[in-house]
C-alpha cells in the first residue's frame, strides 16, 4: 500500500465548476499537509499549507484536513482555464525530514 | 512566498559528459535542499537531501556516484551527472527548506530538463 494515494485523473470540468482534489494516506504520523500545483515544465508551486484538521481558505481555494479519516481535500470554487494544471498533495511528519507526494492529479478546466 | 532558481533551464549534451545544475535560494537561508526527478506525466521522485557542509542523503537506488551533489553554502547546492547517459534524460527539480518563512515547507525551482544525445 502506497504512503499517499491520489487519483492521477484526468479531470475535466467547465469553467466556473467547483473543483474537489483529494488525498488519503495511511502513516497516522503525518501532521503537516500541502498543496502544490505544478503546470507543464514548471517546477512546482506552494498553493496550500496545514497543520491542523479542519478548513483553511485562500481565495478561490479552501484546503481541508480530516486526520480522524486521513483523508486531505482541496477545493477551487470558480474555475478557470488558468488553473489548468496538476495538483500534488504532499505530507510531511512521523520523523520524516522529507515530503512524501501524491501522484498528482490532472486539471483540465475548458471556456 | 519564497525564491529558488536553476540553472540551467534546459540542457542537451553528448553522452558520456558530466553536466552540473545549480539550486540557488535567492531571499531566504536553506539548510536543507533537495534533488527530485520526474519523468513525464509522473510524479516527483526524491533523489537526496543536501544538508549545508555535509553529505547528502540519498535515496535508495539512487547512484551517489553517479549523482554527486554539493551544498557548499546555504543558498546554494549543485547535482552534477556524471558520465551522462540517454537514459538520465529528465527533469531535474530542486528545492529548499524555509523554516523561518514560518510554514517550514519547501519551495521548488523552475526545473532543469536534461537531455542526453
Known amino acids: 500500500q502506497k504512503e499517499v494515494e491520489q487519483d492521477p485523473g484526468p479531470l475535466s470540468v467547465p469553467e466556473g465548476a467547483i473543483v474537489s482534489l483529494n488525498c488519503t494516506y495511511s502513516?497516522?504520523?503525518?501532521?503537516?499537509f500541502m498543496w502544490y500545483r505544478q503546470y507543464s515544465r514548471k517546477g512546482p508551486e506552494l498553493l496550500m499549507y496545514?497543520?491542523?484538521?479542519g478548513n483553511k481558505e485562500d481565495g478561490r481555494f479552501t484546503a481541508q484536513v480530516d486526520k480522524s479519516s486521513k483523508y486531505i481535500s482541496l477545493f477551487i470554487r470558480d474555475s478557470q482555464p488558468s488553473d489548468s494544471a496538476t495538483y500534488l498533495c504532499?505530507?510531511?511528519?512521523?520523523?520524516?525530514?522529507?515530503?512524501?507526494f501524491g501522484a498528482g492529479t490532472r486539471l483540465a478546466v475548458h471556456p | 512566498g519564497a525564491v529558488v532558481s536553476q540553472h540551467p533551464s534546459r540542457v542537451i549534451c553528448k553522452s558520456g559528459t558530466s553536466v552540473k545544475i545549480e539550486c540557488r535560494s535567492l531571499?531566504?537561508?536553506?539548510?536543507?535542499m533537495f534533488w527530485y526527478r520526474q519523468f513525464p506525466k509522473k510524479s516527483l521522485m526524491l533523489m537526496a537531501t543536501?544538508?549545508?557542509?555535509?553529505?547528502?542523503?540519498?535515496e535508495q537506488g539512487v547512484e551517489k556516484d553517479k549523482f554527486l551533489i554539493n551544498h557548499a553554502s546555504l543558498t546554494l547546492s549543485t547535482l552534477t551527472v556524471t558520465s551522462a547517459h540517454p537514459e538520465d534524460s529528465s527533469f531535474y527539480i530542486c528545492?529548499?527548506?524555509?523554516?523561518?518563512?514560518?510554514?517550514?515547507?519547501?519551495?521548488f525551482g523552475p526545473g532543469t530538463r536534461l537531455t542526453v544525445l
Open positions: 496545514t497543520y491542523s484538521s
Open positions: 502513516n497516522s504520523a503525518f501532521q503537516y
Open positions: 543536501s544538508n549545508e557542509g555535509s553529505k547528502a542523503t540519498y
Open positions: 528545492s529548499a527548506r524555509a523554516p523561518d518563512r514560518g510554514t517550514d515547507t519547501q519551495y
Open positions: 531571499d531566504f537561508q536553506a539548510t536543507t
Open positions: 504532499a505530507l510531511r511528519g512521523g520523523g520524516y525530514n522529507k515530503l512524501i
